[in-house]
């Protein structure tokens, strides 16, 4: 059936800010989704209250409404606009539950409004636990034993019936919150109180719990007659018990028999045929007795999710695209597969390579939270990997996740001592992986580490290979390592310094020329959904080791765009905003625009953003060695946070040219002792300072300074480290914490400006000229992290000669840094007095919140400067915002309880919303100027 020719016009609702359990993936599925809708003529609204969203770019949709995700929202644009219909599949629990809110309401039939891609009935029965359960029963689809309790009294009724333990699962709820483990019946009272609260319709489901058991999830697509694909199988590393959102997952499946698959497949069609009207992408999860192969069906998310993002770039196959042209009316058949160009989009992906997906935690910005993993997801983002083996790809995933770790172990961070690695297999948290690793090079054997696990023992053997790789390779030097090791340790993944480690008493610079001199080279593999079966012109490439190099080095000039690898907090969607529009800056100016990143659930891991993507760690060994192959002009640093600055150093060191400002430049303003020395010369006023490398200086720096002082160390984002101390024994713990944790920095140590107000400028410099493009006034005093606090645009209570000292101090700073491209300033005021506290010399997290703001393409401008094809008055820049706009962190405190929650200088936050007002009198603005008033009374 063709499109559906009525519907001329369609609402997407996004998911809103990042939080724990909803990230960047609808940022993903929004986008595409935009995109796909536009392409068949249809006039595409958009709602969503995160700035830092590609789906809110004008460029995306063809009227974009930045407010906030009610139906008050939703009702006052289907007053100004005429909609046909709403697309609720993109943005996750929060579109779904707002859709259904909507419709309580009477809205959609107010104005005549249709729902496509899934009606309410079908979002009712696979969101309510108990009419989900019925479904079961009702086509014959076996689950765990559970009974849906709407009371504590009933739950604990059903509780005693089911028996222990047993799982606590909450309706209508996002990334498991309020869900639990209840061993024994001392835990029920508050695993009830918890499930019931969490959920929207105070109900929850009482199951019996299947621990041990091996997870499995399927991507498919379903269309309006019932034709389905299934896009990728994916099983969990980890067993049942814990959150898919927090397991390691493998693409394909690698231990199910060919039996247990076709009855998940068979169980899953029966479930997505027996929903209701659905017609997109879905996911449905399943558990099997490892025992017997006995199936059960956990649960079915009629919608896009996070799951689909990585299947997505997993497989190549475009699920948020292809579903929302479902959406609309078309069957499967009639659609032609948008990556080979040349077959049907109703065809299951082949693929001939592992994925390997790795969650990100951030325990760290929640001191004292409970870190075992359960049924409550706590990871803030996930990288994904791909190799020719499980091996490969599992040790590009540690790569890519940007902790100290260089791969599974064998890189000086291994654990030795037996009981903490015990626990650690027990009591899962997210350090298990490489504790496994250390427990099989101890000798504990196989069998005993699957018992306590209760981990698939193919996975295990696999690793148990590695580390008698990791021996073999011990048992040479650099300068009798055999070419078959050297090529064998490169196959299963091990990086340059892991065998250098191994070997002792070399770098991994000998490693790379020693197998460059075998021979040994990266070669790059096509990402094409069907196995090569079919000739496709992708450009999306993954690296090997193994076979023939399939991507082709063109003669153009290149730029590569450094992306910002996992979200966590501090570095999050705003940095992948960043890359994207560097990307297609950089085509814009004529250049073949190359992305390197590793984060499934970006934008800018689009396959059709970049002329071509590389989906690779942001680690020094692969980059350069890409850099070798590609020989672009150079490499944008800017715009992927920490991440790419990092890289910066060794970038320039070995010749390869950072576009925009220098490295030792950046350096500059990294460098915090550096950067103050800097403000002496310019006679900018900045907090007394000092640099301490051992407790003893810390003290004497604090007796000169003076106390409240602000320990912090260098080469950190999001705050890492940072702590407000106010006598000698809590700096002396401060910094042995700092100096332990990172070993090798400096520490320095600021005298604290107690109740100053803080604010920050964005500015675009191009070495001539500065363009000052943000200034924003906090709501939280100084002391607590800008990504914390709320902040207004433009500001609203500093005076005319605060705001003359802020622009004049970002112009000096600018030319004395010699900045082409981004700088980012946090200032202090106290007494009218102007201090500045700190430079960025690259994209910070405020700026897709400004580039909304005022509906101006900073970014653009910026990388078109930076690249040197564009000065700042080449552009007519004509900031556009009545009002003001205002900036509003949103925290996940939910998913670690009793976790402190008091804000500080070290960032908690996980995402933000945008807010406009036209006027200071608007009840917001009051509200938030209040705040801050309270503030500065205290």
């Known amino acids: 059936m063709p499109k559906d020719n009525s519907i001329k016009s369609v609402l997407i ?48 949709a063809d009227h974009v409404y930045l407010w906030p995700l009610t139906c ?11 909609i046909d219909a709403v697309l609720p599949t993109m943005g996750g629990q929060t579109a779904l539950n707002l859709c259904k809110e909507a419709q309580e309401l009477g809205i959609w039939e107010k104005y005549n409004v249709k729902i496509i891609g899934v009606d309410i009935d079908a979002i009712d029965r696979t969101e309510n636990r108990e009419l989900f359960r019925q479904l ?21 009724e059903f509780a005693q019936e089911i028996g222990y333990p047993l799982v606590i699962r909450p309706s209508f709820t996002l990334g498991g919150t309020g869900g639990g483990f209840v061993w024994d019946k001392s835990e029920l009272d508050q695993a009830l109180k918890n499930g019931l609260e969490a959920s929207p319709i105070h109900e929850v489901l009482v199951e019996k719990a299947v621990l041990g058991w091996k997870e499995f999830e399927l991507e498919l697509l379903r269309d309006d007659k019932d034709d389905i694909a299934v896009i990728c199988t994916i099983e969990n590393f980890d067993p049942m018990g814990i959150h898919t959102g927090d397991s390691i997952t493998v693409a394909p499946a690698m231990t199910l028999s060919d039996v247990a698959y076709q ?3 068979d169980a899953a069609f029966k479930m997505m045929r027996n929903i209701g009207t659905f017609a997109g992408g879905c996911n449905v999860q399943f ?18 999710s996070r799951s689909s993002a990585l299947a997505s770039k997993a497989t190549g196959y475009p699920i948020a695209k292809i579903a929302s042209k479902l959406a609309i009316g078309y069957f499967l058949d009639e659609l032609i597969n948008p990556v080979t160009k040349n077959s049907s989009a109703f065809f299951e992906p082949a693929i001939d390579y592992t994925i390997v997906k790795i969650p990100r935690w951030n325990f760290d910005k929640f001191k004292g ?186 003669n153009r000039k290149k730029i590569i765009v450094l992306g910002s690898g996992p979200n966590r907090i501090g570095q999050g969607i705003e940095f992948d905003y960043s890359c994207v529009h560097g990307i297609l800056a950089a085509k814009e100016a004529g250049f073949e625009a190359i992305m390197v990143n ?78 103050s020395d800097l403000l002496k010369e310019l006679n900018i006023p900045y907090p007394l300072y000092g640099v301490a490398e051992s407790a003893d200086e810390a003290l004497k720096v604090a007796k000169d300074v003076g106390y409240p002082v602000l320990v912090r160390p260098s080469y950190v984002l999001g705050g890492q480290g940072m702590k407000i101390v106010i006598n000698d024994e809590e700096l002396e713990q401060a910094v042995i914490n700092l100096l332990g944790d990172m070993p090798g920095n400096r520490v320095l140590i600021d005298h604290f400006l107690d109740r100053a107000e803080e604010m920050e400028t964005d500015s675009i410099c191009d070495g001539t000229d500065v363009t000052m493009i943000g200034m924003m006034e906090h709501i939280e005093p100084a002391g607590i992290h800008s990504g914390d606090s709320s902040a207004v645009l433009p500001p609203f209570g500093l ?10 101090y970002t112009k000096k700073i600018a030319f004395a840094l010699k900045i082409k491209g981004l700088l980012n300033i946090q200032f202090a005021v106290k007494n009218d007095k102007v201090y500045v506290l700190e430079a960025n010399p690259r994209a910070s997290r405020t700026v897709p919140f400004i580039c909304k703001a005022y509906k101006v393409p900073y970014i653009n401008i910026a990388t078109k400067v930076m690249l040197g094809v564009n000065k700042l008055n080449d552009f007519n820049i004509k900031p556009d915002l009545q009002g003001f706009a205002i900036k509003q962190p949103v925290f996940s405190f939910n998913k670690f309880p009793g976790v402190n929650k008091e804000l500080g200088p070290e960032m908690k936050s996980t995402g933000e919303a945008i807010l406009f007002v036209k006027d200071t009198k608007d009840p917001n603005f009051r509200e938030i100027y209040n705040v801050k008033s309270m503030y500065l009374s205290r």
């Not at 008050?72 to 005429?82: H, Q, R």
């Not at 034993?145 to 504590?152: D, H, I, L, Y």
């Not at 659930?601 to 070798?628: C, M, Q, R």
């Open 799 to 808: 005076s005319d000669n605060v705001l003359q000292l802020m622009e004049e």
């Open 287 to 304: 558990a099997i007795n490892p025992e017997n192969e006995e199936l059960i069906a956990i649960e079915i998310n009629p919608r896009v």
């Open 263 to 265: 009855n998940m497949r």
């Open 13 to 60: 609702i996004g998911s809103g800010p990042i939080i724990i359990g909803q990230a960047c993936e609808f940022d993903y599925s929004g986008s595409q989704a935009a995109r796909s809708l536009k392409e068949e003529g249809i006039e595409v609204s958009l709602i969503n209250s995160n700035p830092a969203t590609i789906m809110t770019d004008p460029v995306m």
């Open 72 to 82: 008050e929202s939703i009702e006052n644009i289907l007053k100004e606009s005429k």
């Open 598 to 675: 590793c984060n499934p659930e970006t934008v800018s891991t689009d396959f059709d953003i970049a002329d071509k993507l590389y989906f690779e760690p942001v680690f020094w060994e692969h980059l350069f060695e890409l850099i070798e192959f590609e020989k672009p002009e150079g490499v944008i640093v800017q715009l992927g946070g920490q991440t790419a600055l990092k890289l910066a150093e060794r970038l320039e060191a070995n010749g390869v040219k950072i576009i925009g400002t220098t490295f030792s430049d950046m350096d500059i303003a990294e460098d915090r002792g550096r950067f």
């Open 369 to 554: 939270a409970n870190k075992n993993l359960g049924l409550q997801m706590k990871s803030v983002g996930e990288v994904m990997s791909i190799g020719r083996s499980f091996q490969e790809a599992l040790q590009k995933a540690c790569q890519s996740l940007e902790t100290i770790r260089k791969g599974l172990g064998c890189d000086g961070y291994d654990l030795h001592k037996l009981d903490p690695i015990l626990e650690s297999l027990e009591y899962p948290s997210w350090d298990r992986l490489w504790h496994i690793k250390d427990a099989i090079s101890l000798g504990i054997p196989i069998t005993s580490i699957q018992k306590i696990t209760k981990i698939d023992r193919w996975f295990l053997e696999q690793i148990y290979d590695l580390v008698k790789t990791e021996k073999l390779i011990s048992k040479y030097t650099i300068n009798n390592i055999t070419e078959d090791v050297l090529k064998i340790a490169k196959e299963k993944g091990f990086s340059d310094f892991q065998i250098a480690y191994a070997m002792r008493n070399c770098t991994e610079d000998e490693v790379y020329s020693k197998r460059k001199s075998f021979g040994i080279n990266r070669v790059y593999k096509m990402v094409d959904t069907c196995s090569a079966e079919f000739e496709s012109k992708t450009n999306y490439y993954y690296s090997t080791f193994d076979g023939e190099n399939e991507s082709i080095s063109s």
């Open 136 to 156: 079961m029963i009702n086509i014959d689809v076996p689950i765990a034993p559970s009974k849906t309790a709407n009371s504590f009294l009933e739950g604990k």
